[in-house]
């Protein structure tokens, strides 16, 4: 793993922009890259003058949605069964599959929105979406605008990490763990209005039933 964040990193410092597109692509899908050691490297350039913080943001979030909207259309394609049958060979188990759908049915399509903000469901959170054939065009509004803010948040940190310890650039593992220790509290308020989003819905539901 070591290994491979440092090639994660590597592809970040000399790809730029195009490597920040493409890494975040298969961080959106179902490849096992971490959001943590691609954004945050890229705010260390920008910082150093290298790249521009707007433009770290803007390319993350185009990865990421472009990663997200071929895992919708894959899924939408090919349907649960065969990914339930051979999710495993590309890293989806069937307990992550359900969690992922236990979410998007709780959220609907918020949960699309605060799944881009959240561990373990944000690269998953595509597949039921596909599956059920959510809107398109809705799914692209809550997709670009969530990661937006993630990627936001990731180079904010970046930038925070390089004035804190500029030496974390060359050790990823530490890197990822001041990044999340960072946003421990940015989950928890992302959870938060998630759950208030939750009851929202269901406060509505009836006025909903009494009105149809």
């Known amino acids: 793993m070591h290994a491979l964040l440092?090639?994660?990193?590597?592809?970040?410092?000399?790809?730029?922009?195009?490597?920040?597109?493409?890494?975040?692509?298969?961080?959106s899908s179902i490849f096992p890259v971490p959001s943590e050691i691609v954004i945050p490297p890229a705010a260390f350039l920008a910082a150093q003058g290298k790249l521009s913080f707007t433009g770290v943001v803007l390319a993350g979030t185009l990865g990421s949605y472009l990663g997200a909207a071929i895992t919708y259309w894959v899924s939408r394609l090919i349907g649960r069964p065969l990914i339930v049958r051979y999710g495993r060979f590309v890293f989806i188990n069937r307990k992550k599959l359900e969690q992922a759908e236990h979410w998007?049915?709780?959220?609907?399509?918020?949960?699309?929105?605060?799944?881009?903000?959240?561990?373990?469901?944000?690269?998953?959170?595509?597949i039921p979406a596909g599956i059920v054939r959510m809107n398109f065009k809705v799914f692209s509004f809550v997709t670009i605008v969530g990661s937006g803010i993630w990627c936001w948040i990731l180079a904010y940190l970046?930038?925070?990490?390089?004035?804190?310890?500029?030496?974390?650039l060359?050790?990823?593992?530490?890197?990822?763990?001041f990044i999340k220790t960072q946003s421990y509290w940015i989950v928890l308020i992302v959870v938060l209005f998630a759950v208030l989003y939750l009851?929202?819905?269901?406060?509505?539901?009836?006025?909903?039933q009494q009105i149809s």
């Not at 399509?109 to 944000?122: C, K, N, T, Y």
């Not at 990490?161 to 974390?168: D, F, K, V």
């Not at 009851?199 to 909903?208: A, E, Q």
Request: aromatic share 10%; net charge positive; charged share 20%.
């Open 104 to 126: 998007f049915n709780r959220y609907e399509a918020g949960g699309v929105f605060f799944a881009r903000l959240l561990p373990v469901v944000r690269h998953l959170i595509s």
């Open 170 to 177: 060359s050790d990823p593992e530490k890197m990822i763990h």
């Open 6 to 27: 440092k090639i994660w990193v590597g592809w970040v410092l000399s790809g730029g922009y195009l490597g920040i597109i493409v890494l975040m692509a298969m961080e």
């Open 158 to 168: 970046g930038a925070k990490a390089y004035r804190l310890e500029p030496e974390l």
């Open 199 to 208: 009851l929202t819905l269901r406060m509505m539901r009836p006025s909903r």
